[in-house]
């Protein structure tokens, strides 16, 4: 398990934090909690190739989105706009909730 793992869901906007894509933003479509893998909306973008299954369908390249892994990304919170870390806190209805480092707001 990682020290200090981002935690995200599905729906988040995040940012990518390093790589080809740094800086780049995009919403969590997938993840893979057991790989640690997220799929970001845009982001790492590999081309395939499309073969065209029918008569008279285009084939050609189309761009796909590949996994990024969890520590190259971190969230963008909804009420301040900053990319941040999420502690997670609980509360009085036992409920776990996440809240921004920086803002100190409530995210879920
Ligand atoms: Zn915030």
Do not use: W, Y
């Amino acid at each position: 398990m990682l020290r200090n793992k981002p935690r995200l869901k599905k729906g988040d906007i995040v940012i990518l934090i390093s790589g080809d894509d740094r800086g780049k933003k995009g919403k969590i479509l997938n993840m893979n909690k057991k790989k640690n893998s997220i799929i970001v909306e845009g982001a790492n973008l590999i081309k395939k190739h499309m073969r065209p299954r029918k008569q008279g369908e285009p084939g050609g390249i189309i761009e796909k989105e590949s996994p990024v892994h969890i520590s190259n990304l971190k969230l963008i919170c909804p009420k301040c706009g900053e990319p941040t870390r999420v502690q997670k806190t609980r509360l009085e209805n036992k409920k776990n909730i996440r809240v921004c480092n920086k803002c100190n707001e409530f995210i879920d």
